[in-house]
C-alpha cells in the first residue's frame, strides 16, 4: 500500500477502555484521512489532517473521538471509552489535493469486548 | 449532499467480462476512484477518472460520463483472484476526502 503505515494491526479492547490509532503516511506526505469501515458496510470519511492541523473532522462522531497529527510522530485516531458499536476497520489514507490518487494503509481492527 | 450507488453483489464466470456500475450525486465532482478490496484487507487503488470517457489499464477499464453521473468498471478475462469487493469513490471539490459507494461484492466462478 504505497508505504503508508498503521499501527497496531489488530487491537482488542474492553468496554470503556481508550483505544489509540496509529498512522504514519509516506515519507514527505503531511496530509491524512482517517475512514472508518464496519462490518459488511462502506468506507466512511471520519477526518482529514495536516500537520498540526484539522482540516475537516466533519465525519467524526461529537463525543469520544479525536484525531491529531503532530509535528513529529504519527497521527493518532484516539477512542475514549469504547463501546461495543465502535469494533470496526479503521483506515489511514494518504493524498495531496493535487495528486489524483488515494492510497490506504493496511488498517486496524479494532474489536471492543 | 451526497449519494453513491452501486449492486450489493455480482457473480461472473472466470474468463468472461463483467461491468460493475456506479451512480453518484454529489454536491461537487473533482474525481472518481475504482478501489479493489480482498476480505480483510485494505482498499487498492486501480482508476481514477475525472474527465468524460474510458481509461484503460492492463484487465481493468474505468468509464465516467459527468453529465449523467455514472461510471462504470470493465474487467476482462476474469480470473478467480478477481474475487473481491470493488468501491465507487467519488471526490467532491471541498478538501481531498473520498465519499464512497457500499461496494460490489464480486464473486467469480469457475
Known amino acids: 500500500n504505497a508505504g503508508v503505515m498503521q499501527n497496531p494491526r489488530h487491537l482488542v479492547r474492553r468496554r470503556g477502555q481508550e483505544a489509540r490509532l496509529r498512522c504514519s503516511p509516506m515519507k514527505g506526505h503531511s496530509h491524512v484521512y482517517w475512514y472508518r469501515q464496519l462490518p459488511e458496510e462502506g468506507l466512511k470519511f471520519m477526518v482529514y489532517l495536516q500537520k498540526e492541523n484539522i482540516i475537516d473532522e466533519s465525519g467524526m462522531p461529537k463525543e469520544r473521538f479525536s484525531a491529531e497529527f503532530p509535528k513529529e510522530g504519527p497521527s493518532i485516531l484516539r477512542i475514549q471509552q469504547v463501546v461495543r458499536g465502535d469494533s470496526a476497520a479503521y483506515f489511514c489514507a494518504d493524498g495531496r489535493a493535487q495528486k489524483n490518487e488515494q492510497y490506504f494503509g493496511p488498517g486496524t481492527r479494532l474489536t471492543v469486548t | 449532499g451526497q449519494n453513491i450507488d452501486q449492486p450489493t453483489e455480482m457473480t461472473a464466470t472466470e474468463g468472461a467480462i463483467v461491468q460493475i456500475n456506479c451512480t453518484y450525486q454529489t454536491s461537487g465532482f473533482n474525481g472518481l476512484f475504482w478501489y479493489q478490496q480482498h476480505a480483510g484487507e485494505a482498499p487498492t487503488f486501480l482508476s481514477y477518472n475525472v474527465l468524460d470517457g474510458l481509461e484503460e489499464k492492463g484487465r481493468f477499464s474505468s468509464f465516467l460520463s459527468r453529465s449523467k453521473g455514472y461510471s462504470y468498471l470493465l474487467l476482462k478475462e476474469l480470473q478467480m483472484k478477481d474475487s473481491a469487493s470493488y468501491l465507487c469513490?467519488?471526490?467532491?471539490?471541498?478538501?481531498?476526502?473520498?465519499?464512497f459507494g457500499g461496494g460490489t461484492r464480486l464473486m467469480v466462478k469457475p
Open positions: 469513490a467519488v471526490r467532491a471539490n471541498a478538501g481531498n476526502m473520498l465519499t
